[in-house]
């Protein structure tokens, strides 16, 4: 028997509901049912399985409220937990109208004229999903619906930290009978996601890069592939010329959203030293209007901390920051109310890269801004980085963003906006250093990463080749 798992509700601090991981052996058993389903799946056209997508994304409306619930339990916010939801139901559109195109068989001439080439693909049979706590629903099917789309089995185990949701979703999965064949949700800690790599031929991690390296090395263990996405501490420059209103509401927006418990949220600004002082004296102002959402989860738009290890994190980060000389303008600590870990936005000058909070994913509501003098130096502070996930960059003219962006090491740059990256899901993009491993999620290559790719090398006439041997007769 597994050892069962209590669960922290992050509103009120209460351990008020328990998971029990599956035995190996179960789990196991699970991988099994899904590879015999699989086959079935793969062989269905592709427009037969947009129907079984389509109709779970009914199933899904019709439970839209028990649905929400779960979420506003697991992460204490309701906001963002609707819109989870309704991003979760565009990704299930978006793939069922892109997938016909990609999964297309394609024939062309080669450089030899009396040979073809035919290109299809075949989708791996077992995808594994190992998701985060901070967008429960979204990252734990980002990957789950173009895999299916593919022609994949998957099996998905969510963060052990918000598992509430997992049972009315697959309330709406047992609904869909070709759909349960082929899709399973488990709740589990780290030994159940240790586990699932030995079962699976592919696996798909979101989270740390402590634990993603981990998941690669055990991949590569495995002859297994894998797509890593993991931290980021991005970066914002704003230049002499920008639109300060528009940056300081952008920039708010992306550091704070979800309490700051984003990849892509903005982590480190700076700030050019011409406009230093307004622009950080704007985002106090603009900051101290946002509230918590304490009493009530609609009291405020700053819900709170999930993660009571991350709630230490924070806490540490500003700690280390002060003794190091910052100086905090609003908010400042983790305090605790009504049992839950809460963190008012916060903006801190006097920063520099000797300071956890400038270089360690801090994934709470924390903006520490630092000045620069000059073009290169900004460029080089937002590259001074192990990560490499998504910026932004502030300046009158497009030309100058973008330039600027060129020179930027990360994924995604949004220009005069902030945090487009978790909105946009179009255009493929990679992660850059430690903040990701394999083909982009978003894009056409979504869909590709998830099959192998086969060529067949037709002759088209009976002539014997000019490579054969020549002295060998009928």
């Given amino acids: 028997m597994s050892k069962p798992i209590e669960v922290r509700n992050p509103r009120t601090g209460k351990f008020d509901y328990v998971i029990v991981p599956p035995p190996p052996k179960l789990l196991s058993q699970q991988c099994h049912r899904l590879r015999r389903g699989q086959i079935i799946w793969q062989k269905l056209a592709v427009e037969e399985r947009i129907v079984a997508l389509k109709q779970w994304k009914q199933a899904i409306l019709s439970e839209r409220t028990q649905l929400t619930e779960a979420l506003v339990s697991d992460t204490g916010r309701l906001s963002t937990s609707i819109m989870e939801i309704d991003s979760f139901i565009a990704n299930i559109d978006k793939w069922c109208n892109l997938a016909p195109q990609l999964l297309q068989s394609t024939a062309k001439n080669t450089s030899i004229p009396f040979i073809s080439l035919q290109q299809t693909a075949v ?20 990957d789950t619906i173009p895999a299916l789309l593919a022609g994949c089995a998957v099996i998905v185990k969510p963060s052990e930290i918000t598992p509430r949701f997992v049972a009315p979703l697959m309330t709406t999965v047992n609904n869909i009978p070709q759909l349960r064949e082929v899709l399973n949700f488990l709740e589990g800690g780290s030994q159940t996601g240790a ?13 740390s890069v402590e634990t993603g390296r981990l998941v690669a090395e055990n991949a590569a263990i495995n002859f297994i592939p894998a797509f890593l996405e993991l931290g980021g501490k991005d970066p914002a420059i704003v230049l002499e010329s920008a639109d300060l209103d528009l940056a300081t509401s952008a920039i708010l927006w992306a550091s704070v959203t979800n309490t700051g418990q984003s990849c892509s949220a903005i982590e480190r600004i700076y700030v050019a030293e011409s406009i230093f002082e307004e622009f950080y004296h704007q985002l106090v102002t603009k900051a101290h209007q946002l509230k918590l959402a304490y009493p009530t989860i609609d009291s405020g ?26 100086l905090i303008h609003c908010g400042g600590k983790v305090e605790e109310l009504g049992g839950g870990w809460w963190c008012r936005p916060t903006v801190i000058t006097q920063v520099n890269h000797s300071m956890q909070i400038m270089t360690e994913e801090t994934f709470g509501p924390i903006m520490p801004v630092m000045c620069f003098a000059n073009l290169e130096e900004a460029v080089n502070l937002a590259n001074d980085s192990i990560y490499g996930l998504s910026a932004a960059v502030f300046a009158e003219s497009e030309e100058l963003a973008i330039e600027v962006a060129n020179q930027i090491e990360a994924g995604t740059i949004s220009i005069n906006d902030a945090g487009l990256s978790s909105l946009i899901n179009e255009g493929d993009r990679n992660a850059f250093k430690f903040s990701g491993l394999g083909g982009s999620r978003i894009g056409t290559m979504g869909l590709n990463r998830f099959l192998r790719k086969k060529a067949f090398l037709r002759k088209t006439n009976s002539n014997k080749d000019p490579w054969w041997f020549n002295n060998i007769s009928e």
């Fill in 123 to 142: 989708p791996y049979p077992l995808v594994g999903v190992i998701s985060p706590w901070n967008f429960p629903l979204s990252l734990s099917t980002i």
């Fill in 195 to 207: 586990a699932l790599i030995e079962d699976v031929d592919l696996i798909c991690f979101t989270g």
């Fill in 301 to 326: 738009e700053i819900g709170p901390i999930i993660s009571e290890k991350q709630a230490a994190i924070i806490n540490d980060h500003l700690q280390d920051a002060i003794l190091k000389g910052a």
